[in-house]
Each structure stands twice: as C-alpha cells, then as structure tokens.
C-alpha cells in the first residue's frame, strides 16, 4: 500500500496527492505536520532526516522531496503517459517542474501567500510584498506567453509540468492582490478545475491560514 504522510492543505503535500489521484492509486494518507505533529518523531526522522512532509513510502521505498515524489511515481506508474525513456521528452516536463520549485513557488507562496496572506496586517513587510507581486506579475505573462501556442504546460496533453505550476493558481486566484491579465493562464487554470483529482486535492479552503504564521 502506497502510504503519503503530511497535511492536506500543505502546498507540496498537495502535489503529490493530486498526482496519485490523476494515476488512480490507491494510498492512505497519514496527517502529519502541522497540529497534527509526528515530524521529530523518531520514526518519522528515520524516513526524513530533514522532518519535513510530504514523505511516501511505497512499498518499502521511502521517497521524500515533492517534487522528487512525483518524478519518482511517474516513473514507476505513468511511463507511457507521464514518463518518458527519452530524457530530452522528460525535459520538457522536468525544466518547467524546476522552475515553478526554484521560481514561481518561492515568489508566490513564500513572498506573496505568506508575505502578505499568511501574514498580519500590521506585520506585513509591505514593500516587499510588493517586489514579489510585481514579480509573480511576470512570471504569470511568461506562462501567458507560452500557453498561447498549447493548451497545457508541457505540450498538447496534460503531464506533470502542470502539476507544480498549476497548484498555486487556485491560490493565487483566490486571494485578493493584483493581477495582469493573463487569459491563457486562467483558461488553462479552468481546464486543470475540470479535473476531478485537482478539485478534490489543491481546491481546498485555506481561509483558515489568513493573518496566521504559524501552521
């Protein structure tokens, strides 16, 4: 049984279960982190030294790191319709997935969810903000720009340049900042809505994070 432990409104824990909900695998689902806690048990610590969620263990086969998680099931269970033996084919979901990690996310979910959502008002760095919104603007038009010429991230089909990426639109659509217009980007934001797995595992309330810093 494929077991994944972290909390269900944590952004990266989030990846994962939406994309073993686009492979259909069965799983059960640990809370951990957060008020659930378990993180510096020494269980946990012996699956991830970091003690940092999402961890799965699949089978015997412990894998921690997001993003490494999803590679890892793609690699096992989506061969064929999410993972390729040709490395320049991976490419192109690999160097979008990279991105949204080393780029988007930081931007948004650190500088702008947390920054300013997450945040108390009277304890909001306000210019900063500001500098990551401006940025999040851009990237926003990058991806504008590119999903004017295929309907999802990674070319005609969707696969798992979405999934980084696409997690934080329901956030970021969903939080009251300023945006440029990006009609590609909210189109291709509707498509991933009509997918049963992204409704059920990123479409989840977060108005209980607001003004809160602390998980």
């Known amino acids: 049984m494929l077991t994944v432990w972290g909390r269900r409104d944590a952004f990266n824990v989030q990846k994962v279960l939406w994309f073993i909900g686009e492979l259909g695998l069965e799983h059960r689902h640990i809370p951990a982190g957060g008020?659930?806690?378990?993180?510096?048990?020494?269980?946990?610590?012996?699956?991830?030294?970091h003690g940092r969620v999402p961890v799965i263990d699949d089978g015997g086969t412990v894998v921690w790191e997001s993003h490494t998680i999803l590679r890892y099931l793609a690699a096992r269970y989506g061969k064929g319709t999410y993972w390729s033996d040709d490395p320049g084919a991976r490419s192109r979901a690999e160097r979008w997935m990279d991105w949204s990690g080393t780029t988007l996310q930081p931007d948004f979910l650190t500088g702008v969810f947390w920054g300013f959502y997450r945040t108390p008002e009277d304890k909001r760095d306000t210019a900063a903000v500001a500098q990551k919104l401006a940025r999040c603007a851009a990237h926003m038009q990058l991806l504008d720009r590119e999903l004017a010429t295929r309907p999802w991230l990674g070319g005609d089909s969707f696969g798992l340049a979405d999934i980084p990426a696409g997690t934080n639109l329901f956030r970021y659509f969903g939080i009251p900042i300023e945006r440029p217009s990006v009609p590609h980007v909210e189109a291709w934001y509707r498509r991933l809505q009509d997918r049963s797995a992204y409704r059920e595992h990123v479409m989840l309330p977060f108005d209980h994070m607001f003004g809160r810093l602390t998980y």
């Open 35 to 49: 008020d659930h806690g378990g993180l510096d048990d020494p269980e946990f610590q012996a699956m991830n030294p």
